[in-house]
């Protein structure tokens, strides 16, 4: 699955540089644009997902997997399938690091943040498709959940990329460490259930673990 990105929100690139709502100077927006350009000119993004039956105890039928840690298994009660996701930039993303990495730090931490915000973007849009999918059918679809995210393990990570054989659908590889290359990427885990199911709060407010995140959302932030 391809998803061609047209822009990339600047909100979400200035969250991933730790701005909580102050004040943008002119020429930082400027730049963090020119940057989005570069990025969205060079990137590939590229998704691979599918379709698994819950069994009683949670785990995906046909699979290891079984997602742990109380606030996913909380959110996939009510399912009785689930969806795996695992979605890059490329390895074009890499690329543009490097380049930026040897021309200017600074210049290196803002395309870092632009092409988080684009991953981002690039699994909202491959939710909003299956989340319109789902209620064609009659059936509802829950938040997108990633290890790492409230008291999922990041190590489960690459269990989701082991299932869905990423290497070989999108060119998605995980080092011996856990780091998953090129290195922005994204796993998630999202349930389907037969009836209504209840949404987190987005983001950073529906996550276990936003008091202790130094990426967490503040009230109050507008670009």
């Known amino acids: ?12 690139a200035l969250h991933f540089l730790g701005w909580h709502g102050t004040p943008l100077e002119p020429e ?6 020119a940057l989005s350009a570069r990025a969205l000119a060079e990137i590939q993004p590229r ?11 949670g785990h995906l039928t046909g699979t290891s997997f079984a997602p742990l840690g109380e606030d996913v298994r909380a959110m996939l009660a009510p399912c009785h399938e689930a969806v795996l996701l695992a979605a890059t930039l490329g390895a074009a993303s890499e690329r543009l690091l490097l380049r930026e990495q040897a021309r200017s730090a600074a210049d290196a931490v803002l395309m870092d943040a632009v092409l988080s915000a684009a991953i981002e973007e690039v699994c909202d849009r491959a939710e909003a498709a299956l989340r319109r999918e789902a209620a064609a059918q009659g059936l509802y679809l829950t938040d997108r959940f990633s290890p790492g995210y409230g008291d999922m393990p990041l190590r489960q990570s690459r269990e989701i990329c082991e299932v869905l054989s990423v290497n070989r659908a999108i060119g998605l590889t995980v080092s011996s460490s856990g780091i998953m290359i090129p290195r922005k990427s994204v796993t998630a885990i999202m349930g389907v259930s037969r009836g209504p199911v209840a949404r987190r709060p987005s983001g950073c407010a529906g996550c276990s673990a936003r008091a202790t995140c130094l990426l967490a959302r503040r009230d109050g932030a507008n670009a």
């Open 47 to 57: 998704i691979v997902l599918r379709h698994f039956p819950l069994d009683a105890r």
């Open 1 to 12: 699955m391809r998803i061609e990105l047209k822009d990339i929100p600047l909100r979400e």
């Open 28 to 33: 930082l927006k400027a730049q963090i644009q």
